[in-house]
């Protein structure tokens, strides 16, 4: 953090609370707010900077510095921050259902990014390995065996857009946070069906039946949140899974 503040020139604020990443808020020498961010390095994040400069600025934060050697990226401070999470399912999923369109009006950013018919067998030999029910392991193991072949458009997609990595600012609500991967649409709205955990049946429904008004296929859409929510719910160092992602899953199923 250090030497990029310095290689940067910005003066490091108070870290905000995140998950797995160290990020900061920082200032440029004029004033102009900004935030530092070095990211544990893993393949999920490794083209963060580089899906930001490829979203357009109108729905997503302005990446203002990058270094891939560190990790670590500055850009633009959103405030006043608010997350979407903090809005009501019906106000939020509205926010996303205009938001979404301009991040996918990109389209296919080709290299360097993950793609998901390269991830999807990888995932299945995983997932064939866990202890799991029956009825899930198949359901998942027959999506990614059909879905990966048969995508539609192919656009650049966050794998964990939720409520928590949309924010309110002064050019209105923007994405941050992405962890880029080339799918089809129907794919990137895999975090958003399962948002604010847990969730129940009618809640899956209902945001399902919204987003499908995006043109999306509502099938596909269920049958990769339940593969996403099984690929992302069980810990690969203990192989326990984590209740809520799991009932996710049944109740997608």
């Not at 900004?34 to 979203?55: D, G, I, M, Q, S």
């Not at 019906?90 to 009006?105: F, G, I, Q, Y």
């Not at 193991?141 to 539609?152: S, W």
């Amino acid at each position: 953090m250090a030497e990029c503040a310095d290689e940067w020139s910005v003066r490091l604020g108070e870290p905000y609370d995140a998950h797995v990443s160290y990020v900061s808020r920082a200032e440029r020498a004029d004033g102009t707010p900004t935030v530092l961010k070095v990211n544990f390095p893993e393949a999920e994040t490794e083209h963060e900077a580089e899906a930001l400069a490829f979203w357009p600025d109108d729905a997503s934060v302005r990446l203002l510095a990058s270094s891939s050697k560190r990790s670590a990226l500055l850009v633009e401070r959103c405030e006043p921050g608010t997350q979407l999470w903090e809005r009501s399912d019906e106000d939020a999923l509205d926010v996303v259902c205009e938001l979404l369109p301009k991040l996918w009006r990109a389209g296919d950013p080709g290299t360097p990014f993950r793609r998901l018919v390269d991830e999807a067998p990888t995932w299945a030999d995983q997932l064939a390995a866990r202890p799991l029910e029956r009825e899930l392991l198949d359901a998942a193991l027959d999506a990614l065996a059909e879905l990966p072949k048969t995508q539609g458009e192919l656009v650049l997609c966050n794998e964990d857009f939720h409520g928590g990595n949309v924010l309110l600012s002064e050019r209105g609500w923007l994405a941050i946070d992405p962890k880029p991967i080339v799918a089809e649409r129907e794919f990137g709205v895999v975090s958003l069906v399962r948002d604010r955990r847990p969730v129940d049946a009618a809640t899956l429904a209902r945001r399902l039946d919204t987003l499908a008004k995006l043109g999306l296929d509502r099938e596909r859409m269920r049958r990769w949140s339940l593969v996403h929510a099984l690929w992302w719910g069980a810990n690969d160092a203990t192989g326990e899974w984590q209740p809520e992602m799991l009932q996710a899953a049944r109740l997608l199923l």
